[in-house]
Antibody, heavy 124, light 112 residues
Framework: EVQLLESGGGLGQPGGSLRLSCAAS????????MTWVRQAPGKGLEWVST????????YYADSVKGRFTTSRDNSKNTLFLQMNSLRAEDTAVYYC?????????????????WGQGTLVTVSS | DIVMTQSPLSLPVTPGEPASISCRSS???????????LDWYLQKPGQSPQLLIF???VRASGVPDRFSGSGSGTEFTLKISRVEAEDVGVYYC?????????FGQGTKLEIK
């Protein structure tokens, strides 16, 4: 059974940092691209970042580019989101999601499994 | 960036009746491979989103056949042939054609 378990959410200070983790199980983690999607309270879904299976290619939303870094440790089946220079507008539930493809060569979206999400609140 | 626009934003439906949601993109989602890069997701109350349809019309594993996706280019439709109580939630279209991948605003389906 595929499972994605996010952790690391909590209260962050404006200008501060948080690091989210997404522990994956039930599939060959190193073979699939992974994505972060967030949802501000009461709002819709916003794509944040996608990382290829190898970790060699990453895409970011303009709203987080230069502040957030997505990485993965395929030996530990874990996806990370390093969030720096936090802003109030980063307050959201952050979901990790799996794609059924590995990289641009076979990409077609279709995030087929999602975690339960972790809440990040940015406030002083 | 590709802008995704859904309509309606609110959809009250009587159980057993059909429902339809429209999704329009500001640019064509037709890939050079001939496939339309358009996903549909459902977020049920209190739950994470779940994939319903990908590549415009392909039902994801385990999705009931009362859900169908159609369309091409810039106009797409999600249809539910007979709405059931468990179908309540917010439906989102998303384009995975080119980053930044973008979602529609969401359509909230409720039971009358």
């Amino acid at each position: 059974e595929v499972q994605l378990l996010e952790s690391g959410g909590g209260l962050g200070q404006p200008g501060g940092s948080l690091r989210l983790s997404c522990a994956a199980s039930g599939f060959t983690f190193s073979s699939y691209a992974m994505t972060w999607v967030r949802q501000a309270p009461g709002k819709g879904l916003e794509w944040v970042s996608t990382l290829s299976a190898s970790g060699g290619t990453t895409y970011y939303a303009d709203s987080v580019k230069g502040r957030f870094t997505t990485s993965r440790d395929n030996s530990k089946n874990t996806l990370f989101l390093q969030m720096n220079s936090l802003r109030a507008e980063d307050t959201a539930v952050y979901y990790c999601a799996k794609a059924p493809s590995s990289d641009n060569s076979n990409w077609y979206g279709a995030f087929d499994y999602w975690g339960q999400g972790t809440l990040v609140t940015v406030s002083s | 960036d590709i802008v995704m626009t859904q309509s309606p934003l609110s959809l009250p439906v009587t159980p057993g009746e059909p429902a339809s949601i429209s999704c329009r993109s500001s640019q064509s989602l037709l890939h050079r491979n001939g496939k339309n890069y358009l996903d549909w997701y459902l977020q049920k109350p209190g739950q994470s989103p779940q994939l319903l349809i990908f590549l415009g019309s392909v039902r994801a594993s385990g999705v009931p056949d009362r859900f169908s996706g159609s369309g091409s280019g810039t106009e797409f439709t999600l249809k539910i042939s007979r709405v059931e109580a468990e179908d309540v939630g917010v439906y989102y279209c998303m384009q995975p054609l080119q980053p930044p991948y973008t979602f529609g605003q969401g359509t909230k389906l409720e039971i009358k």
